[in-house]
Every structure is written in C-alpha cells, then in structure tokens.
C-alpha cells in the first residue's frame, strides 16, 4: 500500500480561506474590466452614457449631422477629418431652452485617443427629438496636408517611403 496524499486543495477553497488573496484577485479584475470600459471608442465604452465616438479614416472619412426630428432641420454638421475622431456626449435638462433642454458637448480629436475634455458645448433637443446621421464621403480621402508634414517630420532622419 502507498502512502495517502492529500487532496489539492481547489481555488475556491484557497480565496475563501486566504482573504488577502481574494481582496487582490478582486482587484485585479475590477481594474482590467474597467481599463476596457471607460474612455472614447467607437462602438461606446460598454456603458449607457451618451457618449458617441466616431473615427475618419481614408477609407471610412464621415461626416456626422445632427437632427432635429421635431422639424426634421439640420442642426450641426461636421466632416471629420482623416486621422481625426469626434467625440460627442448628451446631457440631460442643462440647457435653459424649453425646445432645447439638453447639451451636446463634442471635440475634435487624435485617432485613438480616449480621454480628454470635451470643450464645444451646444444645446439641443431631447434623447426623443434628436437623430444623429453619419454619412460616409467618397473614398479614398487623403489626411490634410498639415497631418502628412507632422508625420513625416516625425519619422526624422529616418526618412520613409510614401
């Protein structure tokens, strides 16, 4: 006969009898959810939030259109350029107006980047009287000329092929 060995102890046993090592497998897994879920991504951030991100890409430039469906009346329109993105987020009731009652606030960034303040404000109309349009423009769109300087200066002595 050989001689008994213990059982492995399984993983649940071992969080609920190590608190420390569970309060640290929590953690972990709170801080890895959440560094997926906040931020400016298009699609959203897996959050109801009203935040809206759209990227211009050569093949993909978009121009977005806010409507008042109340009046079917354009109220903004913006061609975002290549290599840029439009961040746009809702808030409700901040705006004095009584046909108005919400605030957009938008700004126009770097592709890929997911954080920072939204400064353009503009009122505008309730979650029930507002329509957001996106259009896609004729492909291939080139990025602007002062986007193609900065990305070559980037690259230095390097140099690169076009």
């Known amino acids: 006969m050989g001689a008994e060995t213990e059982p492995m102890p399984n993983l649940l046993t071992f969080l609920c009898f190590r608190p420390r090592a569970l309060l640290v497998s929590l953690a972990a897994a709170g801080s890895l959810a959440a560094m997926g879920c906040v931020g400016y991504h298009p699609g959203g951030n897996l959050q109801s939030e009203d935040t809206f991100t759209y990227w211009s890409t050569p093949h993909m430039p978009q121009t977005v259109t806010l409507v008042d469906t109340r ?31 919400d605030t957009m606030r938008w700004e126009v960034m770097d592709v890929e980047k997911t954080s920072g303040p939204l400064d353009n404000v503009l009122p505008v109309p309730d979650q029930f009287s507002r329509r957001v349009d996106v259009e896609v423009r004729p492909t291939p769109e080139q990025p602007p000329a002062d986007a193609e300087a900065s990305a070559e200066g980037s690259m230095g002595a390097a140099g690169g092929a076009k």
């Not at 354009?74 to 009584?98: A, N, Q, R």
């Open 71 to 101: 009046t079917n009346e354009k109220m903004w329109t913006y061609e975002i350029p290549v290599g840029k993105e439009l961040v746009m987020k809702f808030y409700k009731d901040t705006s004095p107006g009584e046909h108005l009652s």
